[in-house]
């Protein structure tokens, strides 16, 4: 395959790597998810996406003065040797592309195939009518019979008719026309917070990766990530309350219409 559109920035002997691939959505849920593991794993860089060939330049850098190129967004392979089971490949895009997204999510697929990757992952938010201090539910979907297998033998319940919007979703269904198995894990997250990071529906996420791609994944520092967001998350929903309160309601004593019609009663 010619590597026109990619660099390989090491060469590892790979085990029949799964790849998990993570692009910013909605929560933040896939990128919080995916740096988590890349960041736990101690993963090494494998090879980069030439951006050039599917983005605009979104800027130029200026250091001392001086222009020194065109800024595209970051779009990294990295790689885990794992003791348990198979290798796995960490894609993370730091910017979805805004046009030649099924070239790209080709491009990626390509990528895939030339490390022979089993099976590629992704995952994703689930907007639900929950409250932002319920746990989060997570569920799966397949590009096959055999995935829907493999996510009920790992106790994962599935989506549904469900749409996964942009590259997250996207990738999955190349892989289906590659003929590659594919499975993205979602969690649920507020509909009324899509527009804030929410940790713990990426926790419950990566507790599902470290089950379905064997994984020994320290959780300890996103535990804490996901407890100290519920607590912003409550002191939010109290000082909204309480806005709303002073904003809507006003004390007896400080409307004398409703103090006069008192008096008029206790004298009637």
Known sequence: MANDFW????????????????????????MLAATYVAKQLNSKNLAVLKPQFFFEPNGMLVRDSIVEG???????????????????????????????????SHAIIDIAEYYDVHCIYTCAAMVAHMHHSEIPHVYGVGTNEKMIEKLAK???????????????????????????????VLAGVPNYATGLNNPPAALAIVRTLSSLLELDIDMKDMEKIAEDA??????????????????????????????????????G
């Not at 595209?72 to 895009?93: A, E, H, Q, T, V």
């Not at 994962?156 to 269904?173: D, S, T, Y």
């Not at 109290?238 to 400080?254: H, K, R, S």
Request: aromatic share 10%; with cysteine; charged share 20%.
């Open 154 to 184: 790992h106790n994962v319940p599935l989506g549904g008719n469900i749409q996964i919007a942009n590259m997250n979703g996207l990738i999955l269904g190349t892989a289906q026309e590659r003929g590659m198995d594919g499975i993205c």
């Open 70 to 104: 065109a800024q595209f967004p970051s779009n990294m392979f990295m790689y885990y040797k794992n003791p348990k089971g198979r290798d796995l490949i960490i894609f993370i895009g730091e910017s979805q592309p805004t046009s030649n997204t099924y070239p790209f």
């Open 230 to 267: 519920n607590e912003d998350s409550k002191q939010l929903a109290n000082d909204a309350m309480g806005n709303y309160i002073d904003y809507f309601t006003e004390p007896i004593w400080e409307n004398p219409d409703a103090h006069n019609d008192d008096e008029d009663d206790l004298n």
């Open 7 to 30: 660099k390989k920035l090491a060469r590892p002997k790979l085990k029949e790597p799964n790849m998990l691939c993570a692009w910013p959505g909605i929560s933040n849920v896939a």
